[in-house]
């Protein structure tokens, strides 16, 4: 059967043979950071239309519906546009900073990728701590956003800056202990470990209630980390005109946008991961029969679908939602995801020293 | 050379520049964000080691949690925007003989401790290795330190609890 | 006692929230409850609602009649002076003088469809009207006289 693992063993293989390991293994780097790149442009055009098109349903409204079939080409034609746009830097800014903190933006995003499986034994980088590296690269991405925050030597972008490290920094606590709890149960960080062990059922049906609610906190931080309504703070249109990217056109707001889009496909790949089994088909435990039907449908597909799904529910949070005010923020956080995912991880400790899991 | 004696030697020269140029910088949040950098590459001379779990420790710690704190603190400050005053001679001669008597301090000391060649090979640093290690209670375990440091985070914790519990009356409406 | 209201305060929470999804989600689903218009491409089968407010006019009947009396009730209605009405005096067939209106002189640019005028009018003599491409190259032409010229009042109004 088709698959992306023979892709890659063979293109392995070619390369071994024509050139010395060293030369291989930088060429395979090189075609590895080209497929990177081109993931995020395809990500990028395909999550911004469907996010105007979800908002545009849900708003009893069209969307966008000139450019292309139904309008299917519009972020296609906004992404030339910002291309051509002229990118300012303001007087006032510290020019060096400015500049770097869209591409160090950029840079976080692209290290996340690394340890995410895309389909079975498709993954660039099986790193043994998968799970703490995505918590500990994703911490980057707040430095870029701060150091946006200060370049841009304005203070609705200092404002934004500050609320979104605030923000940032108290969700991703529960966002770790909900990640925990899977970890918990699987006894591994390593990412391939994590989808190996839902062969016989997904985590989310597999350790009953207390998996549905740290998938639930998971989501609603997940939501948080990546600065998207109901709490998108840091941008707050109507408070601090655009937040920390409000000095930002051209080329360097696209980065930025950019990599807010890939963030969230990054999470929710992630929440598919641990909780929906990544790229593991449906499996009931021993229905054998109904199993080997599902492994029919190749892994990228249901790694990509669950995914996309997750990305959708995001949405449609975003979409139907107000925003928090600070203080309700924080409240959330410290008063009630916290000390539920506290409480949730002992049960789910007691759940996996008594084996009451399927 | 091969290619991972190059490595090293880039993320050591980038960890050593950008140490240098965060002490040296007008701009205190610059000085901030060169550290950043230079306890990023640490993270990867880490990484360049396999000790994963260590360099992710250092980001997750020095990055999301100290550089963050710095750097809100910066914010904070009045006049940070402005460039540094120059410092008095004395006193940049005085932290340049600390830094270099703390570079001759390491120096003499790897010269002198003896580096025995093994073949036994090296304790993989998992996860699972560390987590045993740490909860050990045998002869190499770290269980009393660990527990020592749990003390003194419980303490930090209630000590916040006790101050974030009291609150004025007035500001007690609002909640979700 | 605070366990059992945080518990609730949580439920509640959860459940207001799903409810709001639920709208969301129902809304996407059902694509006929769209109400966006493709105005310039349906130009031809736009239906406007009845209640939609374009502009103010007055209906004339075939004998070139309207109801307007004159009283410019509407013109101390409107709050920013868009109605002006200048009035004559007609010779009845008895004789008498009568009031009657020579010009109501309406300026587009000022009205904010507020409709008070047509609230106030103690005749029914002026509606809105469901055109709304006002625009033209100059804006005298906003300026318009809602009555006809040559119409005179409808018989029976008073
Ligand atoms: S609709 Fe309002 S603004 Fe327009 S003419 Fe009537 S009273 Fe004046
Ligand atoms: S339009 Fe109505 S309110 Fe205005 S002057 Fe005529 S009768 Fe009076």
Redesign the pocket.
């Known amino acids: 059967m088709w698959s992306l693992s023979d892709i890659t063993n063979s293109i392995q293989n070619a390369l071994n043979r024509a050139f010395n390991p060293t030369f291989a293994t930088l060429t395979e780097m090189v075609i590895v950071g080209i497929c990177v790149i081109g993931l995020f442009a395809v990500l990028g055009l395909i999550l911004v239309i469907m996010e105007r098109k979800v908002s545009a349903y849900m708003q009893v409204r069209l969307g966008p519906n000139r450019v292309g079939p139904k309008g299917m080409l519009q972020s296609l034609a906004d992404t030339l546009k910002l291309l051509l746009k002229e990118g300012l830097t303001p007087d006032g800014a510290d020019k060096f900073l400015f500049n770097l903190a869209p591409v160090i933006a950029m840079i976080a995003a692209m290290l996340l990728l690394a340890p995410i499986a895309f389909a079975k034994n498709f993954q660039i980088w099986d790193i043994n701590i998968g799970v703490l590296f995505i918590s500990a690269v994703s911490s980057i991405s707040v430095i870029s956003i701060l150091m946006a925050g200060w370049a841009s030597n304005n203070k609705y972008s200092l404002l934004g800056a500050m609320r979104s490290g605030a923000q940032i920094v108290s969700y991703e606590l529960s966002a770790g202990l909900s990640v925990l709890s899977v970890v918990i149960l699987v006894g591994s960080l390593k990412l391939s470990d994590i989808v190996q062990s839902q062969e016989n059922g997904w985590w989310i049906f597999k350790g009953h209630i207390p998996m549905i609610i740290s998938f639930v906190i998971f989501l609603v931080a997940v939501t948080a980390e990546t600065n998207r309504a109901p709490f998108d703070l840091a941008e707050a249109e109507s408070e601090l005109t655009a937040g920390f990217h409000t000095e930002y056109s051209g080329m360097k707001f696209a980065l930025f946008f950019l990599a807010e889009y890939v963030n969230v496909f990054i999470v929710c790949g992630v929440g598919a991961t641990l909780f929906l089994g990544g790229w593991m088909p449906l499996h009931i435990g021993n229905w054998h029969g109904f199993n080997h039907v599902m492994d029919f449908i190749p892994s990228s597909i249901w790694f990509f679908g669950k995914t996309f799904f997750l990305i959708f529910v995001i949405m449609w949070f975003r979409w139907t939602f107000p925003r928090l005010r600070i203080d309700q923020l924080l409240n959330l956080e410290w008063k009630y995801l916290l000390p539920i995912s506290m409480f949730n991880i002992l049960l789910v400790t007691l759940m996996a020293i008594m084996g009451w899991h399927f | 050379m091969s290619l991972s004696t190059i490595i090293f030697y880039l993320l050591a020269t980038l960890t050593l520049v950008s140490g240098f140029l965060a002490v040296t910088t007008k701009h205190i949040f610059r000085a901030a964000i060169y550290l950043l950098f230079s306890l990023l590459f640490i993270a990867g001379i880490y990484f360049w080691m396999h000790y994963e779990f260590i360099a992710a420790v250092q980001i997750v710690v020095y990055v999301g949690g100290i550089v963050v704190l710095i750097i809100f603190s910066i914010f904070l400050t009045h006049q940070s925007g402005q460039n540094l005053p120059k410092q008095k001679l004395g006193r940049t001669i005085f932290s340049a003989l600390a830094a270099l008597c703390g570079f001759i301090l390491i120096l003499v000391q790897v010269y002198q401790h003896q580096f025995v060649g093994t073949i036994e090979r090296s304790v993989e640093a998992s996860i699972s290795n560390i987590g045993s290690q740490m909860l050990g209670v045998s002869d190499n375990g770290y269980a009393l330190p660990f527990e020592v440091v749990s003390m003194l985070l419980l303490a930090a914790m209630v000590g916040c609890i006790v101050i974030a519990l009291r609150t004025p009356k007035e500001i007690k409406e609002g909640g979700l | 006692m605070f366990l059992k209201d945080y518990i609730k305060d949580v439920f509640g929470a959860v459940k207001s929230l799903l409810i709001g999804m639920r709208r969301t989600g129902y809304y996407f689903t059902h694509h006929k409850e769209i109400i966006t218009q493709q105005y310039p491409d349906n130009r031809d089968t736009l239906v406007l609602p009845e209640r939609f ?1 374009g ?2 006019v007055m209906p004339h009947d075939e004998k070139n009649e309207h109801r307007c009396t004159g009283c410019t009730a ?1 013109e101390l ?7 002006k009405v200048i009035t004559k005096f007609d010779i009845t067939p008895e004789g008498k003088k009568k009031k009657a209106i020579d010009k109501l002189v ?2 587009l640019e ?9 609230e ?1 009018c103690p005749s029914d003599a ?1 509606k ?1 009207a469901q055109n709304f491409e006002h625009s033209v190259f100059d804006r005298s032409q906003l300026t318009k006289v809602l009555n006809k010229p040559g119409s005179k009042i409808m018989d029976g109004v008073e």
Do not use: K
């Open positions: 407010r502009e103010v509407c209605a409107c709050p920013n002076g868009t109605i309406y300026h000022l009205c904010t469809m507020c409709n008070l005028c047509i106030a002026i809105m």
